[in-house]
């Protein structure tokens, strides 16, 4: 198990390959526990993608959804393109937009919807 920093985020396998909705509900939860104790607004995204993951998840369980099996892979798509974003700027440079949305994390005076909506924008959507 690797376990890194990332600016005081602390988490063990932040990008490990997730195939299942289950799989990318947990790894953000690995991310968000990290950083609730430093206040690192790089959580916020983590909070994001579990909330949505964790919804979409209800929506297939409760069938929701025309067609619930087709749903879980677009959310596993989208939320493993955060956790890649998130080893990369361990690792090396993300793309344009995940990194000045991490760096922008540091600016208190952006909000952080400013920042997920620009990654969104910026054409990161599965879809």
Known sequence: MKIFYIYG???????????????????????????????????????????????VKEGILNNEFENGSCMEKPD?????????????????RPSGSWLTAFEGTKKVSVLVLQHLLRVHCMGHSPI
């Open 9 to 55: 985020l602390l988490s063990q396998n932040a990008y490990m390959a997730a195939d299942t909705i289950n799989e990318v509900i947990q790894q953000p939860e690995e991310i968000i526990n990290s950083v609730i104790d430093t206040g690192n607004r790089i959580g916020y995204f983590a909070a994001l993608y579990h909330k949505v993951t964790v919804r």
């Open 76 to 92: 596993v798509v989208f939320a493993k393109r955060y956790l890649e974003a998130v080893t990369q700027y361990k690792h090396e």
